[in-house]
């Protein structure tokens, strides 16, 4: 069937059409205004609703403090950290899969916030992070150095109990890194969910789809597998749905969607415009 008799086709070629003129007039713009521009914080401390701020409070005695962000793609240069124990990237780091030069930038800019605001980094991979997925283990490991790389996988970070998973529900995207795309991949996918473990704080590229949030890319088997834990999750972290940026209250604890993509610009120019998300979770919550 010729490209141009498919409508998804042609949208996405008009698409990338208008990216590249964009890139060349508009993007330079929002660059040097993201270089000028701080845009603070979204803060909470889990006792007053989230509020924008040029800068989070000292944190109080006996928290712990964690800034979340995804979605970055590329961009992450433009994204200020501030200080904190815990810095969680939730998938997506990179834009259209990738390569080895902006995947070497991604881990060098997750390094040096270890070496200057974080006290930990905890990293999960997402769809457009295909250079990553077929990197391997092994390779990922020396690319990150100290950066903590989650994959269906839990560890101890900041003395927290953390899990990672960076799969997401299969869309029309052709950026399908960590999605499985079988006939059977509801079912494979509810297999990743089952293994998500006790923990403090859950990582996944997936949004949940819990009542009440209506994340158009969301996961009802996640939210379904995160509520069936013992313990679940006082926190979970996640990006992947450009809408929905924010905190939430769910009946199992906290939930944020940490993506810095605003729509509709960011589906066009990649630039992040959203501020990181910064907690401080109470140590005796933990």
């Given at each position: 069937?010729?490209?141009?008799t498919?409508?998804?086709?042609?949208?996405?070629?008009v698409?990338?059409?208008?990216?590249?003129?964009?890139?060349v007039?508009?993007?330079?713009f929002?660059?040097l205004?993201?270089?000028?521009?701080d845009?603070g914080?979204?803060?909470?401390?889990?006792?007053?609703?989230?509020?924008?701020m040029?800068a989070?409070p000292?944190?109080?005695?006996g928290?712990?403090?964690?800034v979340?962000v995804?979605?970055?793609?590329?961009?992450?240069?433009y994204?200020r950290v501030?200080?904190?124990?815990?810095?969680v990237?939730a998938g997506?780091?990179?834009?259209?899969?990738?390569?080895?030069?902006?995947g070497?930038?991604?881990a060098r800019?997750?390094?040096?916030?270890?070496k200057?605001?974080?006290?930990?980094?905890?990293c999960?991979g997402?769809?457009?992070?295909?250079?990553f997925?077929?990197?391997?283990?092994?390779?990922?490991?020396?690319?990150?150095?100290g950066?903590?790389?989650?994959?269906?996988?839990?560890a101890?970070?900041?003395?927290?109990r953390?899990?990672?998973?960076p799969?997401?529900?299969r869309?029309?995207?052709?950026?399908?890194?960590?999605?499985?795309?079988?006939?059977?991949?509801?079912?494979?996918?509810?297999?990743?969910w089952a293994?998500?473990?006790?923990?403090?704080i859950?990582?996944?590229?997936?949004?949940?789809?819990?009542p009440?949030?209506?994340?158009p890319?969301?996961?009802?088997?996640?939210?379904?597998?995160?509520e069936?834990l013992?313990?679940p999750p006082?926190l979970h972290?996640?990006?992947?749905?450009h809408?929905?940026?924010g905190v939430?209250?769910?009946?199992?604890?906290?939930?944020?969607?940490?993506?810095?993509?605003?729509?509709?610009?960011?589906s066009?120019?990649?630039?992040?415009?959203r501020?990181?998300?910064?907690?401080?979770?109470?140590?005796?919550?933990?």
């Open positions: 069937m010729p490209w141009w498919d409508f998804y086709a042609v949208k996405c070629a698409k990338r059409a208008i990216e590249r003129v964009l890139d007039v508009w993007v330079p929002v660059c205004y993201m270089r000028l521009v845009p914080v979204l803060y909470c401390n889990l006792r007053h609703p989230a509020a924008h040029a989070p000292a944190p109080p005695e928290t712990v403090r964690v979340c995804s979605d970055t793609h590329g961009y992450h240069e994204v501030p200080r904190c124990d815990l810095l990237h997506d780091g990179l834009v259209e899969g990738g390569c080895a030069h902006s070497a930038a991604f800019w997750l390094e040096q916030q270890l200057t605001v974080a006290g930990a980094v905890a999960v997402g769809n457009h992070d295909k250079h997925q077929d990197m391997g283990e092994a390779a990922r490991a020396k690319l990150f150095g950066v903590t790389w989650l994959e269906n996988t839990a101890k970070v900041s003395g927290l953390v899990y990672g998973s799969h997401s529900y869309s029309r995207s052709a950026n399908n890194a960590w999605q499985f795309l079988e006939d059977d991949r509801t079912d494979r996918l509810k297999q990743q293994r998500i473990k006790e923990c403090d859950l990582i996944t590229h997936a949004p949940p789809l819990p009440g949030l209506g994340l890319e969301g996961c009802p088997h996640l939210a379904a597998a995160v069936r013992a313990s006082f972290i996640f990006g992947h749905c809408t929905g940026y939430y209250r769910t009946s199992t604890g906290w939930a944020a969607n940490a993506g810095v993509q605003r729509i509709p610009l960011a066009l120019f990649q630039v992040p415009l501020p990181p998300i910064v907690f401080d979770v109470p140590a005796r919550e933990l």
